[in-house]
């Protein structure tokens, strides 16, 4: 049921005689074969498995293809993992960080692999969890996601990664500007809904360090006890901000047993199994047990489904212009056209 690498895809190759050289920089005392596998998904940051002298690690880096220059920072997502570190410890911890383009012609990182169950769009057919247990599991990993807003962002010295109150605005400001400027010609507009979230702001609820896409599939259980979460996984997006904002990210890939064909086909975690919470339940008890409050929760619901149509459509842009040749995102254009949809109806029920 461990998490396990498999080929890699074509055009993502790492040269293996680059990166054991590499190794032996970073890592002397190891020798031995290589052997380079990669992680499933991989939209946006890809992931890698490199095992050598018996001991696997990770490395992560950015897309191949024509990237932002502001987008994808590695070190960024790789010294915040560091900093988090020691006062939360679901972080794996980072062996080196390599800003030399000569290597591997981007910046990239290395960290220790975390070995447990990742839950994927589906959970590995050897575990079965029943009911109860898994709703266990799902309280587990809501409760590490609490526990992140909990964390004391001075004592980290992440508190430089926020900009001060206003962050609603700035995310509202900022994702509809990216949406547009990642708008194909066959895409719709999402005009109401940039409208609607424009005029519906809210005032920050306060400031925490958040994750920005915390699901199932970027945490890692104990595969010896599966109701434990031991890790967390994928920074690339943290920052300091508003941590109801990050609760409304994640309830975007809440896809439930009820929910319509059209959301089902885009689920990637587990979250339609007997046990698990309703997006309902979720958003109940995490404002009780944070001790947030809030009269509704429609607008943070809304902006999580516009901000992933934003990243679909962003990563849609880069097939659609030649970028990319990955056909798994040729049909991307589909899935932000459904999430207007069910953006609409939520304004609506709101109305």
Same mark, same amino acid.
């Given at each position: 049921?461990?998490d396990?690498a498999?080929?890699?895809?074509p055009?993502?190759?790492?040269?293996?005689?680059v990166?054991k050289e590499?190794?032996?920089?970073?890592l002397?005392d190891?020798?031995?074969?290589?052997?380079?596998?990669?992680?499933?998904?991989?939209a946006s940051?890809?992931?890698?498995?490199v095992?050598?002298?018996?001991?696997?690690f990770?490395?992560r880096?950015?897309?191949?293809?024509n990237?932002?220059?502001?987008a994808?920072?590695m070190?960024r997502e790789?010294k915040?993992?560091?900093a988090? &570190?020691?006062?939360?410890p679901?972080v794996p911890?980072?062996?080196?960080?390599?800003?030399?383009h000569?290597?591997?012609?981007?910046?990239?990182y290395?960290?220790?692999?975390?070995?447990?169950?990742i839950?994927?769009?589906n959970?590995? &057919?050897?575990?079965?969890?029943?009911k109860?247990?898994?709703?266990t599991?799902?309280?587990?990993?809501?409760?590490?996601?609490?526990?992140?807003?909990?964390v004391?962002?001075?004592?980290t010295?992440?508190?430089?990664?926020?900009?001060?109150?206003?962050?609603?605005?700035?995310?509202?400001?900022?994702w509809s500007?990216?949406?547009?400027?990642?708008?194909t010609?066959?895409a719709?507009d999402?005009?109401k809904?940039m409208?609607?979230? &424009?005029?519906?702001m809210p005032?920050?609820c306060g400031?925490?360090?958040?994750?920005?896409?915390?699901?199932f599939?970027?945490?890692?259980?104990?595969?010896?006890d599966?109701?434990?979460v031991?890790?967390?996984?994928d920074?690339?997006?943290?920052?300091?901000?508003?941590p109801?904002?990050?609760l409304?990210?994640?309830l975007a890939?809440?896809v439930?047993?009820g929910?319509e064909?059209?959301f089902?086909?885009?689920?990637?975690q587990p979250?339609h199994?007997?046990g698990?919470?309703s997006?309902?339940?979720?958003?109940d008890y995490?404002?009780? &047990?944070?001790?947030?409050?809030?009269?509704?929760?429609?607008f943070?619901?809304?902006?999580?489904l516009f901000?992933?149509?934003?990243?679909?459509q962003?990563?849609?842009?880069?097939?659609?212009?030649?970028q990319?040749q990955d056909?798994?995102?040729?049909?991307f254009v589909h899935a932000?056209?459904?999430?207007?949809?069910?953006?609409?109806?939520?304004?609506?029920?709101?109305s």
């Amino acid at each position: 049921m461990v998490d396990q690498a498999g080929n890699v895809r074509p055009g993502e190759e790492l040269d293996p005689s680059v990166i054991k050289e590499y190794f032996k920089q970073v890592l002397p005392d190891i020798s031995g074969d290589i052997v380079i596998t990669q992680f499933p998904g991989g939209a946006s940051n890809l992931t890698y498995q490199v095992s050598i002298d018996k001991q696997d690690f990770i490395l992560r880096r950015p897309p191949f293809g024509n990237i932002a220059k502001s987008a994808h920072d590695m070190l960024r997502e790789a010294k915040i993992i560091d900093a988090l &570190k020691p006062v939360y410890p679901y972080v794996p911890k980072i062996i080196s960080m390599c800003d030399d383009h000569g290597i591997l012609g981007c910046d990239f990182y290395v960290m220790e692999k975390l070995n447990g169950i990742i839950p994927r769009q589906n959970m590995p &057919k050897e575990l079965t969890l029943d009911k109860t247990q898994t709703r266990t599991l799902c309280l587990g990993v809501l409760d590490k996601l609490i526990e992140l807003h909990n964390v004391d962002i001075q004592a980290t010295g992440l508190d430089s990664l926020g900009k001060g109150a206003g962050y609603v605005e700035r995310q509202i400001v900022g994702w509809s500007d990216r949406y547009v400027k990642a708008k194909t010609d066959d895409a719709t507009d999402f005009d109401k809904v940039m409208k609607w979230l &424009k005029d519906n702001m809210p005032q920050d609820c306060g400031q925490s360090l958040i994750h920005n896409d915390f699901r199932f599939d970027n945490v890692v259980l104990n595969a010896d006890d599966p109701l434990e979460v031991i890790g967390v996984l994928d920074w690339e997006m943290a920052t300091v901000g508003d941590p109801l904002m990050d609760l409304g990210n994640s309830l975007a890939y809440w896809v439930e047993a009820g929910d319509e064909p059209q959301f089902q086909m885009m689920r990637r975690q587990p979250t339609h199994l007997a046990g698990m919470l309703s997006r309902q339940e979720v958003i109940d008890y995490y404002l009780e &047990k944070s001790g947030r409050k809030v009269a509704s929760f429609a607008f943070y619901e809304i902006y999580g489904l516009f901000r992933l149509a934003v990243i679909i459509q962003q990563i849609y842009y880069r097939f659609y212009h030649g970028q990319t040749q990955d056909k798994r995102f040729a049909g991307f254009v589909h899935a932000a056209r459904y999430l207007e949809t069910r953006c609409l109806r939520l304004i609506e029920k709101e109305s």
